[in-house]
Each structure stands twice: as structure tokens, then as C-alpha cells.
């Protein structure tokens, strides 16, 4: 599965287009759909974006829901009516359409935020503050993590160990 990792901070220019992250690029490089899929985060000010095959596994886990169950219309329509396909140019750029952009307030710069299986795209300041708040909720609650084991059994440092 790839990774996006680290946080990018790239110029967006007068015709709404932006530079993937080279790295961010590589690891779409085996997907179904030589570009990433955008659609606006219903949770923040900012956009989610995921390569081809994380969204059909995204749809598959929808269409798990109750056919025509409220939460799975609900899901549908702000994931999927929103969600845009964004081809890389041969620069590896993408076009920001208006609609995504105003939503994440996103003019002339965008930081490109790895989470791991995805990203996510938001203006650099409105990031900045939320990474601080996050960081603050993290260390007050005393938020920790056990390490799943992995597939020859090893389950990685034990609890109290550095990771």
C-alpha cells in the first residue's frame, strides 16, 4: 500500500494549477488512473484526495451500507457528487477546480498533507493552526498507539517501548 508522508507546500498559479509532490506522485504511479481523486473534506476546511484504488475500495465499503439507508445516501452524496478526477500533466501538476479550491480557501499556495493511505490538500496557514490544535488534543488526551502485528508475526516494540 503506498504512503504519503511529510507535508508540501507548493505555489498555485493563476490557472489553478499545482504541483503534486514528487513523492506523492510515485506512489500513485501503479494505480488504475494517472492522477488523484479530490472531493471536499466534510469534517475540515480542506481536501481529501486518494488515488484510484483507495476510492473504489472507499465505494465498496459504502455500498456495505444499508441499500438506500440515510447514511449511505448521505455518504454518496458528499463523497461522490463532489468528487473529481484530477489528471497529472506532464509536469505533474493538477488543475484545482474553483469549487475545491474556495472551499479549502486555497489561492496561491497549497500544502499537500500525507495521512498515510491519503492526503490531503488545505491552505497552508488554515493547516498550520489545525496541526498545532491537533498536536495540543493529542498530548492532553495522552494518545498512544499499539502496533498491529505484522504479517511474520512480529508485533513491533512493546507497550512503553520507543516505536
Not at 31 to 42: A, L, T
Not at 93 to 115: C, K, M, N, Y
Not at 126 to 135: C, L, T
Request: aromatic share 10%; no cysteine; net charge negative.
Amino acid at each position: 500500500m503506498a504512503l504519503f508522508l511529510a507535508t508540501y507546500i507548493n505555489k498555485v498559479d493563476r490557472k489553478g494549477r499545482v504541483s503534486v509532490p514528487a513523492s506523492f506522485r510515485a506512489a500513485l504511479a501503479d494505480q488504475s488512473f494517472p492522477g488523484i481523486v479530490v472531493f471536499r473534506s466534510y469534517k475540515y476546511p480542506a481536501l481529501d484526495a486518494f488515488g484510484a484504488d483507495r476510492m473504489d475500495r472507499l465505494s465498496a465499503s459504502i455500498a456495505d451500507l444499508a441499500l438506500f439507508s440515510e447514511q449511505q445516501d448521505d455518504l454518496a452524496a458528499t463523497i461522490f457528487a463532489d468528487a473529481q478526477q484530477l489528471p497529472f500533466d506532464s509536469d505533474g501538476r493538477i488543475v484545482l477546480p474553483d469549487s475545491l479550491a474556495e472551499h479549502a480557501g486555497i489561492r496561491d499556495r497549497a500544502a499537500f498533507v500525507g495521512r498515510g493511505p491519503s492526503f490531503q490538500i488545505w491552505q497552508p496557514d488554515s493547516f498550520q493552526i489545525f496541526q498545532a490544535e491537533a498536536r495540543e488534543r493529542v498530548r492532553r488526551a495522552g494518545v498512544t498507539l499499539k502496533l498491529r502485528p505484522t504479517a511474520g508475526g512480529d508485533s513491533g516494540p512493546s507497550q512503553g517501548d520507543e516505536p
